[in-house]
């Protein structure tokens, strides 16, 4: 069975960091386009990042130079390190699998874990 | 950058009655190299993950019942649910690659 969970969410201050986990089972990560998605209170969904099989790395524009995607191999586990966070960046953060590489349609994703960025 | 517009942002829909939603891209969606529309359906309930319904514009997921369906080819799509039932209460997103539309929430009348 296919399972994604994220941990790592939690209250930061403004400028601080976060690294945030999905630790997957059922498949292997690394085999897969795996993409992190975020969704701020009361608002719609929004794109982040997405790393290929091959290890390419792409990111939304609003979180390009401060957000880096990657994943473990051995843990079967991806991450998304959050640098000089920002309040526009509270939400919750879900992982998900893109079902065909080029198509990044997304048909797994993990429950989300919230992080709040606020002083 | 292609914008994803969704119609309308809420419908409210009497059980067993049909919903439709729209949703409207700025530039076509259809790829000339495979013939498909890269354009999917998500269903998301109150505080869970969303969930893949309709993929390539009208191939449903596995698992997903089949009063859902999409429609549509290159700038315009559509979701109907054929007859609505009070588990299918949600909001509903239309993508493209990294472009999610604004969602539409349905509800019962």
């Known amino acids: 069975e296919v399972q994604l969970v994220e941990s790592g969410g939690g209250l930061i201050q403004p400028g601080g960091s976060l690294r945030l986990s999905c630790a997957a089972s059922g498949f292997t990560v690394s085999s897969n386009y795996m993409s992190w998605v975020r969704q701020a209170p009361g ?24 957000f880096t995607i990657s994943r473990d191999n051995s843990k079967n586990t991806l991450y998304l390190q959050m640098n000089s966070l920002r309040a526009e960046d509270t939400a919750v953060y879900y992982c998900a699998r893109l079902a065909h590489s080029s198509s990044w349609f997304l048909d797994y994703w993990g429950q989300g874990t919230l992080v709040t960025v606020s002083s | 950058d292609i914008v994803m517009t969704q119609s309308p942002d809420s419908l409210a829909v009497s059980l067993g009655e049909r919903a439709t939603i729209n949703c409207k891209s700025s530039q076509s969606v259809l790829y000339s190299s495979n013939n ?74």
Do not use: M
């Not at chain 2, 999610?100 to 509800?107: A, I, L, P």
């Open chain 2, 36 to 109: 498909k529309n890269y354009l999917a359906w998500y269903q998301q309930k109150p505080g869970q993950p969303p969930k893949l319904l309709i993929y390539w514009a009208s191939t449903r997921e596995s698992g997903v019942p089949d009063r859902f369906s999409g429609s549509g080819s290159g700038t315009d799509f559509t979701l109907t649910i054929s007859s609505l039932q009070a588990e299918d209460v949600a909001v509903y997103y239309c993508q493209h690659l990294e472009t999610f539309g604004q969602g539409t929430k349905v509800e019962i009348k």
């Open chain 1, 43 to 66: 608002k719609g969904l929004e794109w982040v990042s997405v790393i290929y099989s091959g290890g390419s790395t792409y990111y939304a524009d609003s979180v390009k130079g401060r």
